[in-house]
């Protein structure tokens, strides 16, 4: 796969609130945003691989509802999630 095990664990170290808090809002969007953008470079040689696209617009839509929660909740963390990231909005 093209997420190892030991990737996940530092991007969650990273984002989340330690290397095994998976649950976190910032962790999930690190790793949304990691598998959007390597669907998004597949999907720039397949385009007629349709499965992929289709996967890809429900990752986004999964990841703006987490950011939009996260907006709601705690607005200093989206802030911040989003200046990490470089994500638009």
Not at 6 to 34: H, P
Not at 38 to 63: C, M, P, T, W, Y
Not at 70 to 86: A, Q, S, T
């Amino acid at each position: 796969m093209y997420l190892s095990k030991e990737a996940k664990q530092e991007l969650f170290e990273k984002y989340g609130n330690g290397k095994n808090d998976t649950g976190s809002a910032e962790g999930q969007i690190a790793l949304f945003t990691k598998r959007i953008a390597h669907i998004s470079k597949h999907l720039k040689g397949n385009q007629k691989d349709f499965n992929s696209e289709r996967a890809l617009v429900s990752l986004v839509g999964k990841r703006r509802r987490l950011l939009d929660y996260l907006m709601k909740k705690d607005i200093m963390r989206y802030r911040e999630i989003v200046k990490d990231l470089g994500l638009r909005k």
